[in-house]
Nanobody, 124 residues
């Protein structure tokens, strides 16, 4: 059982930056593919970014491409989401999720473990 804990959320003005962290409880976390998802009020949860276990392959939703960067430090069992040029429409609860497969998946059911989420609010 992998436990994931997100942190780094908060309130930021439009154009600002935040870095989210996803810390895992298990040393074998380096074998997992990790995704960041977000859910805005009244909307479905959606894929933002993903990274394979090696860190050599990433994928992004079109809405965040060029502004968000996903990375990981397997020695620290942590995955990061650097968010730049934030917009009010980025306001959401952000979740990290892990799956044991090697491929980045954008579908929610493909992920086995989820964190509790961290709130990101971008003011205009």
């Amino acid at each position: 059982q992998v436990q994931l804990v997100e942190s780094g959320g908060g309130l930021v003005q439009a154009g600002g930056s935040l870095r989210l962290s996803c810390a895992a409880s298990e040393r074998t976390f380096s074998r997992y593919t990790v995704g960041w998802f977000r859910q805005a009020p009244g909307k479905e949860r959606e894929f933002c970014a993903g990274i394979r276990w090696s860190g050599r392959s990433t994928d992004y939703a079109d809405s965040v491409k060029g502004r968000f960067t996903i990375s990981r430090d397997n020695a620290k069992n942590t995955v990061y989401l650097q968010m730049n040029s934030l917009k009010p429409e980025d306001t959401a609860v952000y979740y990290c999720a892990a799956r044991s497969g090697d491929r980045i998946q954008t579908r929610i059911p493909a992920y086995d473990y989820w964190g509790q989420g961290t709130q990101v609010t971008v003011s205009s």
